[in-house]
């Protein structure tokens, strides 16, 4: 128990250390540029009107952090005395990352069950401008599950100064494929972009941009693990590139290969990762045909879940929105994932043992057997009760 709070101690004497150095940093540039920037800021106005109001907001969101941090305690004690320093330290950090998402993001995972407890699956994910919430779902999946996400990161990531150590501490790495195989072989999780860099500066109202890569389906069918796909909903509106120039930045990445592009953003967007069912395989599918279903995988969860075009206002107010969302969706078949099994509108209903059933009413859908009943709301305060037929081939809707 003393170790956690020196520990503790410690990270917050380095943290005030470091922002010491910068903040004595920036009063020198602004002594030198704006000799009268102290007349300003001490002024009546701005104490009033800025520099309170923003220490109470630092106080309110501190004051949080340390709640969730106090909420995930037995995680970190857990990881101190039954593991060993470093896993300690790791589950703090994660601790910490779980706690910006969950402040600043509202952020959510919706599915986490469907990553394996143990043994090896090969995470496939869209690549937002910035992959933060790969850093939220990482950090959660650690406290909830103790596994860590192995994630196949671009060779320029692992070059930025100050940062290799950090990322090799989670596991990341640049490849190459035998390595990929032999961590799934291990039992291991291992995450991959196939859109990478490409996808992450050019894609355009969510699109989906993996080219022809097909290395992430030769290594889940030679190391015979799921592929479980994930998308997070808003991840292009936390941070997204300028628009400026994107044709001149496009043919300068296509020739050089370095990721140069001005970036905005950091807003407090709320965002959600949904966690799609495993994709399984066997001996006789190609890499065509895993590459093929896990890419409609993804399309059909940005489709079902993200709004196009994307908004940052309604975003941020999807945060103060507490109304539940009903998806009447047909069950997934079995060996197929919830998303690659979604049937839209005008599908054919070959072998469908109901297709021939009387359909006299136009509220009357098709739903999976597991489905028993449903309260649906029509339009403002009334509502209806969706009831299954007893041959299993729908649901009829009756108001109350």
């Given at each position: 128990?003393?170790?956690?709070?020196?520990?503790?101690?410690?990270?917050?004497?380095?943290m005030i250390g470091v922002g010491k150095y910068y903040l004595e940093w920036i009063f020198s540039v602004l002594d030198y540029y704006v000799p009268g920037w102290k007349l300003v800021i001490l002024s009546p106005f701005v104490i009033t009107f800025i520099i309170l109001p923003i220490l109470v907001i630092i106080y309110l969101y501190t004051s949080a952090l340390l709640l969730h941090l106090y909420r995930r305690r037995h995680k970190i004690y857990e990881g101190?005395?039954?593991?060993?320093?470093?896993?300690?330290?790791?589950?703090?950090?994660?601790?910490?990352?779980?706690?910006?998402?969950?402040?600043?993001?509202?952020?959510?995972?919706?599915?986490?069950?469907?990553?394996?407890?143990?043994?090896?699956?090969?995470?496939?994910?869209?690549?937002?401008?910035?992959?933060?919430?790969?850093?939220?779902?990482?950090?959660?999946?650690?406290?909830?599950?103790?596994?860590?996400?192995?994630?196949?990161?671009?060779?320029?990531?692992?070059?930025?100064?100050?940062?290799?150590?950090?990322?090799?501490?989670?596991?990341?790495?640049?490849?190459?494929?035998?390595?990929?195989?032999?961590?799934?072989?291990?039992?291991?999780?291992?995450?991959?972009?196939?859109?990478?860099?490409?996808?992450?500066?050019?894609?355009?109202?969510?699109?989906?941009?993996?080219?022809?890569?097909?290395?992430?389906?030769?290594?889940?069918?030679?190391?015979?693990?799921?592929?479980?796909?994930?998308?997070?909903?808003?991840?292009?509106?936390?941070?997204?590139?300028?628009?400026?120039?994107?044709?001149?930045?496009?043919?300068?990445?296509?020739?050089?290969?370095?990721?140069?592009?001005?970036?905005?953003?950091?807003?407090?967007?709320?965002?959600?990762?949904?966690?799609?069912?495993?994709?399984?395989?066997?001996?006789?599918?190609?890499?065509?045909?895993?590459?093929?279903?896990?890419?409609?995988?993804?399309?059909?969860?940005?489709?079902?879940?993200?709004?196009?075009?994307?908004?940052?206002?309604?975003?941020?107010?999807?945060?103060?929105?507490?109304?539940?969302?009903?998806?009447?969706?047909?069950?997934?078949?079995?060996?197929?994932?919830?998303?690659?099994?979604?049937?839209?509108?005008?599908?054919?209903?070959?072998?469908?043992?109901?297709?021939?059933?009387?359909?006299?009413?136009?509220?009357?859908?098709?739903?999976?057997?597991?489905?028993?009943?449903?309260?649906?709301?029509?339009?403002?305060?009334?509502?209806?009760?969706?009831?299954?037929?007893?041959?299993?081939?729908?649901?009829?809707?009756?108001?109350?």
């Amino acid at each position: 128990m003393n170790l956690v709070f020196q520990w503790i101690s410690y990270f917050f004497q380095y943290m005030i250390g470091v922002g010491k150095y910068y903040l004595e940093w920036i009063f020198s540039v602004l002594d030198y540029y704006v000799p009268g920037w102290k007349l300003v800021i001490l002024s009546p106005f701005v104490i009033t009107f800025i520099i309170l109001p923003i220490l109470v907001i630092i106080y309110l969101y501190t004051s949080a952090l340390l709640l969730h941090l106090y909420r995930r305690r037995h995680k970190i004690y857990e990881g101190y005395h039954n593991h060993s320093l470093m896993e300690g330290h790791k589950k703090m950090i994660a601790a910490m990352w779980s706690g910006h998402g969950w402040i600043w993001h509202g952020y959510e995972i919706k599915g986490l069950e469907n990553i394996p407890d143990k043994g090896g699956a090969l995470i496939v994910y869209y690549h937002g401008a910035i992959p933060i919430d790969m850093y939220y779902l990482n950090a959660n999946l650690y406290i909830e599950k103790s596994r860590t996400l192995c994630s196949i990161m671009d060779s320029f990531v692992l070059q930025i100064p100050g940062l290799k150590k950090f990322f090799q501490f989670w596991g990341c790495f640049p490849g190459p494929r035998d390595r990929v195989v032999e961590l799934l072989r291990a039992g291991e999780l291992v995450s991959v972009a196939p859109g990478g860099v490409r996808e992450a500066f050019f894609s355009e109202n969510y699109s989906v941009l993996w080219g022809k890569r097909q290395g992430f389906a030769k290594a889940a069918l030679e190391a015979n693990v799921p592929i479980i796909p994930v998308f997070t909903e808003n991840v292009r509106e936390a941070f997204e590139y300028m628009q400026t120039g994107k044709g001149l930045f496009k043919r300068f990445y296509e020739k050089t290969r370095l990721p140069l592009r001005p970036i905005y953003g950091g807003f407090p967007v709320k965002l959600t990762s949904h966690i799609g069912k495993p994709i399984y395989s066997n001996p006789a599918t190609s890499p065509d045909e895993l590459v093929a279903t896990t890419r409609k995988a993804i399309e059909l969860l940005i489709k079902r879940y993200q709004r196009r075009p994307g908004s940052i206002f309604l975003s941020f107010c999807q945060r103060f929105n507490t109304k539940k969302e009903t998806h009447l969706m047909r069950q997934p078949q079995e060996g197929f994932s919830d998303a690659s099994d979604i049937s839209s509108e005008g599908d054919s209903a070959e072998n469908d043992p109901c297709k021939n059933k009387d359909s006299r009413t136009k509220r009357d859908y098709r739903v999976g057997t597991k489905f028993v009943s449903a309260k649906i709301t029509i339009s403002g305060n009334s509502s209806a009760r969706a009831q299954k037929r007893s041959d299993g081939c729908g649901f009829d809707v009756k108001e109350d």
